[in-house]
T-cell receptor, first 115, second 114 residues
Framework: AQKVTQAQTEISVVEKEDVTLDCVYE???????LFWYKQPPSGELVFLIR??????QNEISGRYSWNFQKSTSSFNFTITASQVVDSAVYFC????????????FGSGTQLTVLP | DSGVTQTPKHLITATGQRVTLRCSPR?????VYWYQQSLDQGLQFLIQ???????AKGNILERFSAQQFPDLHSELNLSSLELGDSALYFC?????????????FGSGTQLSVL
């Protein structure tokens, strides 16, 4: 069965600090997809990034970067120079390709960026 | 704005009652998903439809049912409501309903069962 673990329940940083959100996943499929979603205080879930199991290339998008490592089953997310607007709950999620299992979300990490 | 519309935004009802949550997917999307978000269970996948047909089922209770209509909007029906059903219910949509697609989420319906 697929499982996503976000061990960090809450993180608080001061503006301009870098912060990394951890995500560890479990799956028996060799084909799977990993996602990060953001849930700001307004409540709507917003897609941030998707990675498939065959693409371990790390990605940088502006202040966001993602580190995917199959060897440790991790898909971590880093925000560089955090801003108050980054305050939100961040969810890591997994879907399995072969078994066609739909998104399984982690429990989320509440990030608070203080001014 | 994701393009997914959910109504109502808030719903307050009593135990034992029945409610219907409505979702209009993003224009062009054929697949609709329902998720439940609660403090104790987190975000749980309930059910998925693709072009009117049920595609996948998750942790959906027998008291809950859903359908997708020919115009692709979807409804989630919750009956014999219990206190524990209080949660934020999200609808999401995607074009093909494939597991590698990103989902576009609505703003949710906050259900309070008193």
């Amino acid at each position: 069965a697929q499982k996503v673990t976000q061990a960090q329940t809450e993180i608080s940083v001061v503006e301009k600090e870098d912060v990394t959100l951890d995500c560890v996943y479990e799956t028996r499929d060799t084909t799977y997809y990993l996602f990060w979603y953001k849930q700001p205080p307004s409540g709507e879930l917003v897609f941030l990034i998707r990675r498939n199991s065959f693409d371990e290339q790390n990605e940088i998008s502006g202040r966001y970067s993602w580190n995917f490592q199959k060897s440790t089953s991790s898909f971590n997310f880093t925000i560089t120079a955090s801003q108050v607007v980054d305050s939100a709950v961040y969810f890591c999620a997994l879907s399995e390709g072969r078994s066609a299992r739909q998104l399984t979300f982690g429990s989320g990490t509440q990030l608070t960026v203080l001014p | 704005d994701s393009g997914v519309t959910q109504t109502p935004k808030h719903l307050i009802t009593a135990t034992g009652q029945r409610v219907t949550l409505r979702c209009s997917p993003r224009s062009g999307d054929l697949s609709v998903y329902w998720y439940q978000q609660s403090l104790d269970q987190g975000l749980q996948f309930l059910i998925q439809y693709y072009n009117g047909e049920e595609r996948a089922k998750g942790n959906i209770l027998e008291r809950f049912s859903a359908q997708q209509f020919p115009d692709l909007h979807s409804e989630l029906n919750l009956s014999s409501l219990e206190l524990g059903d209080s949660a934020l219910y999200f609808c999401a949509s995607s074009y093909r309903g494939a597991t590698n697609e990103k989902l576009f989420f609505g703003s949710g319906t906050q259900l309070s069962v008193l």
